[in-house]
C-alpha cells in the first residue's frame, strides 16, 4: 500500500508504541491516586509533561493534555471566549480554518459572540491586512492557523501574534498540521494558545495538547476533578500521554531533516503530475507550504472516483476536505481561494510521509495519469 | 446496511471497500460510455446541476419500440458512474414499456447493493432515462406536427 | 503488591491490551478518510459500537464515545440544558454526585441555572421523596449516579427513572461505577443518558461511552467534524474504542459470578475488620451496595497516614475522595451523610476487583491493625 | 520541586512515594511520641484546629534554660507526624534561645525535603514549639506574681 494521506492521520512510530504498550502494562495506577502506584503514574506523567514542553520550548505547566486536536481548538476558542465575556464579545478568525475552529465559532456566534472570517487570496493565504481592520476593541480573541490541513498553505501566524501583542488579545493558533513537522519553537510563534494533536505526527490518537501560555486567560470546557490545574478534568489518558511525548520528541529532532526530504519529494511529484497530466493546477503552490503537501485540482473529474480508481490500485489519498457521512462536501478551503463548486470536487490532496519514497510517488503519477484519463473520457462536462 | 457490504480479499486494493464487487467492476468498466450521434440520437436526457458537479446526460436510440442503443456520460462520484452504466444494461435492448419501469431499485440491486450515502446517485440514472423517454415522445409530436 | 482501589482504576485486561495493539498496528486508518484504510477503521469502530450495545442492551447508534467518564458527565448535563434551556432553566441532581457532576452544575450555575442538590440520608441514599418535592415544570434534567464511587452504595434510580419519564423529564445516570461491575440491562435503568468509562472496567483510559437514547435532546459539547452524528467532534481513539468494547464485552460477561464472588470477599473484609480493630464504622454498610466496596472509619486517626502505612506495607487503598494537588479533601460524600470533618479524613475506601483474593484481604486486616495502633499511639484526639 | 523527591528501590513499598527516605523513616518511628505528666511540664502548645483534623500538641521539660524532655501528639498526615517528630529531635537539648530560631526550614532540611502541599505541616510543629515556649513565660510569670 501506498499511504499519501498523512494530514488525515499517521501511523503509530514503533518506538511510541513500545512506550505505550510500557506504560499500559507497568504504570496503570490514576496519577490521582495517594500511593505509590498513584505517584508513579503522577511521575510518568510529568515527565511525559517535561518531555513535550522540551521539545516544543514552553514551561511544563504550559502543557495541558486534551484528547483531540479538535478538543483543544475547542477549549482555547470556548475557553477564552467565557474567560473574557465581560472585556468584549468579538472573535477573529480566517475563512479556512479547520472545521474544529470553524463549527465552535459557529456554535459561540449562537451564544451571542461576534464572529469574523477573515477571507483568503487565491493562494490561501489570509488577509492579513482585512484582519487587522477587523480588530476592535471588543475582540477577545484571535484564532488563525498554523498551515492549512488541505494545502497546506502556511499563514502568517508571527506578524499576526504582533498585531495581537500589541493590541492584548489572546491569540490562538492551531499548529495540528505542523507541531512536529516544522522545526518551530513556540516561542518563536508568539501565540498564548497553541493546539498540537498525537495522531498527525505519528503519536497516538486521543492524545492531544493544549499549549497555554502563563498569562492566558482560560475557563475549562470539561469541569470535574481539578486535573491539568483545573484546565481539563477527566482521569488522564496516561499511555496516551507517553506515546505523545515520545511522538513529538521524535517528530522534532527529525523535523528539519525531514521536511527538506518531504520538500524534495514533494516538488518531485508535482513537476512530474503537471508534466503527465494535462490540465490540472496546483492549489497554492505560489504560497509558503509546509513541505509535504500538494493539493491539485482535475478539471472536469470527480475527486471521489480518483480517490476510488487510486485505492483499487492500493494508494490511499484523500480530498482533505469533510466528509461527514460518507459523502464529501466541497471544500470550503478550495471555494474560498475562489475555485468553482466543480473545481473543488474535482481536487486531491496528497500529503507525504515518513514512508515515502520516490518510486511511490512516480508509481502514484502513473495511477493518476491512467485514471484522470479514464475519468475525463467518462466525464459529461 | 449495504455500507457494510464490501469486498473482501479482492486483490489490488483494500479489503473494506464500501462497495460491492459488481459496483467497483461497473466503475472499472463502465458500459455504454460516450454520446450518440445526432442522426442516431431519438431522446437525450440531461439531468443533474452541472455546476454541483452531479450531472449526468444520456441518449438513446430507439427503433421497433425498442431502446437499441443507449450511452452516458457522468461528470460523477463512483456512485454515479456505476449505477449510470448499470442502468444502461438494463434499458438497453429494452421495449420503451419496460424502460419506463425500470426503478432505482432495480439498480441497486443489479449492483448488489449501494452505500446509503449514494443512493440518490441511482436514482440520477433512472431520472435521465425517463427524460430521454420523454425527449423522444416530444420530437415525435413535433415530428408529426410539422407539415 | 495488593491493590485494593479498582474504584479509582483497573489495570488493562490482557485480551484488551492485545485487542488495542492489533488496532494500533493493522487499523491505523482515520476513519472519516474515503479510502480502503479509512473504510477498515470505520468498520473497526462500527463493530466496537454493536459490540458495547450489545452487552449493554442498546442500539449502535445510541453509544457516543467520549475521552472519560468526566467528558461523559459533562456532555449529558451541558449537552442537555443546551438543548433545552428554552424550555427551563432547572436541574436536580445529588449532593453526593462525583466531582464531574457537581462542578459541572456549579458552571451551569454560574451560567444561570438554578441547580438542586438533594440531600442523602445517613447511610448515603438519595432522599427520593426530597428529589421529588424538588421537581417543577422549569426541570429539564435530573442526574442522579448509580453508585457511588466512595462508598459504593446504589441509588434508587429505577424509581426515578419513573419518576422522570411521566413527566418527561431527561434522566442522566451516571453509571461510571456499575458499568460491567453490576449484571444489568442499560433498558432497566430506564435513563436517557448513561455515563461509563473504560478505565474502571478493565479497559482503557482516554476511552469512554455516553449512551444516549433515542429521542434525548442534546447538544454537542466538543464541535467540529461531524463525528459521532454530530454528538462529539473530534478524530476518534479506534484503539481506545477496541479495548474498550473489548472490556465492556468481557466484564458484562463476567459480571454476575464476579460481583457474587466479590460480595463474598467484602463480606469476609467487613468482618475481619470489624473484630480486628476496635471502634471502626462502616459506612453505607446498611444501604445496597455495589459487591466491591467498602467505606471505613477509623476514628481518630487520619485517613492519609493510614494510606501510607499501608503503602509501606505494598498495599494500595485511598480515601475514595478527591485529592486535588496532593492534598486530599474530606470526602463531600461522607459529610452529606453526616460524618463529621475529622471522621470524614479518618475513612477509607476499600474497592476490590478482579485480583482480589481472601489472603490479600486477610493481610490487609493485619496491616490496617497494625497502622491504625500505631496511629492511635500517636493521635491528639 | 520537592515532589519529585522518591526512595526508589526501597524494600516494602512501591518507588515513586513523594516522601524523602528520613520524612518516612520518621512517620514509621516517630520520636517523642507521647505526652508529658504534668509534674515535668514546663510548657505545652496547641496548635491547629481539631475539627479540621489538623491539630498538635507539643509539651516541654525545661531546665537549665534547656529543653530536656519533649513529646508530641498529632492527629495528622504523614507530613504532621514526621515533621514533629523531627522538630522534636531538633529541640531537644536545645538553649531556649537555640529553640526559638528553629525554623520550618530546619525541619523541612533535616527531612532532606517535603512536598511542597505539605509544607504547612511542617509549620504546626515550629508553631507548637513557639507556643509552648511562651507558655512556659507565662507559667513562669503566674508563678512569680502568685505569693
Ligand atoms: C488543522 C487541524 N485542526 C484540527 C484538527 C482536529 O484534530 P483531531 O483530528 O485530533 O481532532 C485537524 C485534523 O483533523 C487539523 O488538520
Ligand atoms: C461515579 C464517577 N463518575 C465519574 C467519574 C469520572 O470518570 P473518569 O475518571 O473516566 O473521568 C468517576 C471516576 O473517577 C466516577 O467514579
Known amino acids: ?381 | 446496511m449495504e455500507r457494510e457490504t464490501k469486498t473482501e480479499g479482492e486483490p489490488g486494493h483494500g479489503p473494506a471497500l464500501p462497495y460491492t464487487k459488481a459496483l467497483l467492476e461497473h466503475f472499472v468498466n463502465p458500459r455504454n460510455v460516450g454520446e450518440l450521434s445526432e442522426e442516431e440520437t431519438d431522446g437525450f436526457g440531461l439531468v443533474g446541476d452541472p455546476g454541483c458537479g452531479d450531472q449526468m446526460k444520456l441518449w438513446i436510440s430507439v427503433s421497433d419500440e425498442r431502446i437499441q442503443k443507449i450511452a452516458f456520460k457522468s461528470f460523477g462520484c463512483p456512485g454515479a458512474i456505476a449505477t449510470s452504466s448499470a442502468l444502461t444494461t438494463l434499458a438497453e435492448g429494452r421495449t420503451l414499456g419496460e424502460a419506463r419501469r425500470i426503478t432505482d431499485d432495480d439498480v441497486i440491486q443489479l449492483l448488489g447493493g449501494i452505500p446509503e450515502h449514494k443512493r440518490h446517485c441511482s436514482l440520477l440514472g433512472v431520472r435521465a432515462l425517463q427524460a430521454a423517454l420523454e425527449d423522444r415522445e416530444k420530437r415525435l409530436q413535433q415530428k408529426a406536427t410539422r407539415p
Open chain 1, 1 to 381: 500500500m501506498i499511504y499519501l494521506d498523512h494530514n488525515a492521520t499517521t501511523p503509530l512510530h514503533p518506538q511510541v508504541l513500545e512506550a505505550m504498550a510500557t506504560c499500559l502494562r507497568e504504570h496503570w495506577g490514576n496519577p490521582s491516586s495517594p500511593h505509590s502506584l498513584g505517584n508513579q503514574a503522577r511521575l510518568v506523567m510529568q515527565r511525559a509533561r517535561e518531555r513535550i514542553a522540551e521539545s516544543l520550548g514552553c514551561g511544563p505547566s504550559e502543557v495541558v493534555f486534551c484528547s483531540s486536536g479538535t478538543e483543544a481548538d475547542n477549549l482555547a476558542l470556548r475557553g477564552v471566549a467565557r474567560a473574557l465575556r465581560a472585556r468584549g464579545d468579538h472573535i477573529v478568525t480566517t475563512a479556512i480554518e479547520h472545521h474544529a475552529v470553524l463549527h465552535t465559532c459557529d456554535a459561540l456566534e449562537e451564544e451571542g459572540f461576534r464572529i469574523t472570517r477573515v477571507p483568503v487570496d487565491p493562494q490561501g493565504v489570509v488577509d492579513i491586512e482585512a484582519l487587522h481592520r477587523s480588530l476592535t476593541d471588543q475582540t477577545i480573541l484571535i484564532s488563525v492557523m498554523h498551515a492549512n490541513n488541505e494545502t497546506g498553505v502556511l499563514q502568517p501566524v508571527e506578524e499576526i501574534a504582533g498585531m495581537a501583542a500589541r493590541r492584548g488579545i489572546p491569540f490562538h493558533v492551531d499548529a495540528v498540521q505542523t507541531a512536529g513537522r516544522l522545526p518551530f519553537r513556540l516561542r518563536d510563534l508568539g501565540a498564548g494558545l497553541v493546539s498540537l494533536s498525537g495522531h498527525k505526527l505519528y503519536g497516538p490518537r486521543g492524545a492531544a495538547a493544549l499549549i497555554v501560555r502563563e498569562g492566558t486567560p482560560l475557563q475549562p470546557i470539561l469541569t470535574g476533578g481539578s486535573h491539568e490545574r483545573g484546565l481539563r478534568a477527566g482521569t488522564e489518558n496516561l499511555a496516551g500521554l507517553v506515546g505523545l511525548a515520545k511522538a513529538v520528541e521524535l517528530a522534532v529532532q527529525d523535523a528539519a531533516q525531514e521536511s527538506r526530504r518531504l520538500e524534495g519529494l514533494r516538488d518531485h511529484l508535482e513537476e512530474r503530475l503537471v508534466s503527465a497530466i494535462p490540465g490540472i493546477r496546483l492549489n497554492g503552490a505560489q504560497a509558503r507550504r509546509v513541505p509535504n503537501t500538494s493539493n491539485v485540482t482535475f478539471p472536469g473529474v470527480d475527486g471521489e472516483s480518483i480517490i476510488l480508481g487510486l485505492d483499487l490500485a492500493g494508494i490511499c489519498v484523500s480530498t482533505g476536505s469533510a466528509c461527514s457521512t460518507g459523502e464529501p462536501e466541497p471544500s470550503h478551503v478550495l471555494r474560498e481561494m475562489g475555485l468553482s463548486r466543480r473545481d473543488a470536487q474535482g481536487s486531491l490532496r496528497l500529503s507525504l510521509g515518513r514512508s515515502t519514497r520516490q518510486e511511490d510517488l512516480d508509481l502514484t503519477v502513473q495511477a493518476l495519469a491512467d485514471t484522470v484519463a479514464r475519468l475525463r473520457r467518462i466525464t459529461s462536462v
